[in-house]
């Protein structure tokens, strides 16, 4: 699915190893959720790379949110916006950070970075406000 496609206040971007567990990124999640103030309709995006895994999905479903897979092009042409920087990721993904390029690649046009990367357990969250969401914040 097409971050165009998707109608959502918050972008919720993630990055994770092979194999972490549905609840470590879950509770990532939760905890990133609980530092922003904004609130509204909400999506998980990532990487299409990390189809495969089961992790992803498990945390979607305990999170109760649509999970989205985006190109690496697509996560490319926002990755001048990302705040944080990962030689490891910028060889494996071609982008700074999987997480940060992936909130603001689901926001859409205008997004902006509302939570830079924060990582626990082998698993990374970003979250992204679309234009929409930013233009309607005093």
Do not use: W, Y
């Amino acid at each position: 699915m097409s971050a165009q496609a998707t109608l959502v206040d918050i972008a919720i971007g993630l990055g994770c190893r092979k194999g972490v567990s549905g609840e470590a990124i879950a509770s990532l999640v939760r905890e990133a959720l609980a530092r922003i103030e904004q609130t509204g309709a909400a999506a998980l995006f990532t990487v299409d790379g990390k189809r495969a895994e089961a992790g992803l999905a498990q945390a979607a479903q305990a999170l109760a949110m649509p999970l989205h897979f985006l190109t690496q092009e697509a996560l490319a042409a926002v990755a001048d916006l990302a705040q944080t920087r990962s030689p490891r990721v910028e060889a494996l993904f071609g982008v700074p950070s999987v997480a940060e390029t992936a909130a603001l690649a689901g926001a859409g046009a205008g997004a902006v970075l509302i939570l830079p990367r924060i990582a626990r357990d082998n698993v990374t969250c970003a979250i992204a406000r679309t234009a929409l969401m930013k233009e309607a914040t005093p």
